[in-house]
């Protein structure tokens, strides 16, 4: 006899093989997020000289700007979740941030990073979420919280490929002579 609260014996899960798949591309999604917030860390002083601004605003767009649309949109967009298509607003959230980080790359002004930073913060709140409720569609109950684990190695994974890679690419641009930095 099953349990009402217990589903995990009614419902039919993905084969393995796609469900790891779609984990690796949800943890690569998540490490990317952090790869995007820690690179700017490594560009502090050059934001600041090229872009003439101070500590103050140098905080606004590390922090504030980003992590209060973060935390402000994670709610609505998770309840969105629960009654629309997780896929489709999970892919679009990843657009939103990428697009948004492109724009941080054409920023010339203080005002006009912030705003691309806010865009940023907005796009990937909706990825935790997001990642969050599609591992509980693809894992059993019993596989869930190993699979959490696994997509959660992400916020390492993008801290530290965001710090050796960027520091490395900060270097070799640096050398180069012909291109000064940002």
Known sequence: MTLPDDRSAEKPWPNVGYASLVLALLTSAYALSFVDRQVLTLMVEYVKADLRINDSEIGLLTGLGFSLFYVILGVPLARLMDSSDRRTIV??????????????????????????????????????????????????????????????????????????????????????GLVSLP
Not at 101 to 129: D, I, K, M, Y
Not at 160 to 176: E, T, Y
Request: glycine share 16%; aromatic share 8%; hydrophobic share 50%.
């Open 91 to 176: 892919a679009t959230c990843i657009a939103v941030w990428s697009l948004m980080t492109a724009l941080c790359g054409t920023a010339r002004s203080f005002v006009t990073l912030l705003l691309a930073r806010v865009g940023v913060g907005c796009g990937e709140a909706g990825v935790n979420p997001g990642s969050a409720s599609l591992l509980a569609d693809y894992f059993p109950k019993r596989q869930l919280p190993a699979a959490m684990g696994v997509y959660s190695m992400g916020i390492y994974l993008g801290g530290g490929m965001a710090l050796i890679a960027g520091g490395q690419l900060l270097r070799a641009f640096s050398h180069l």
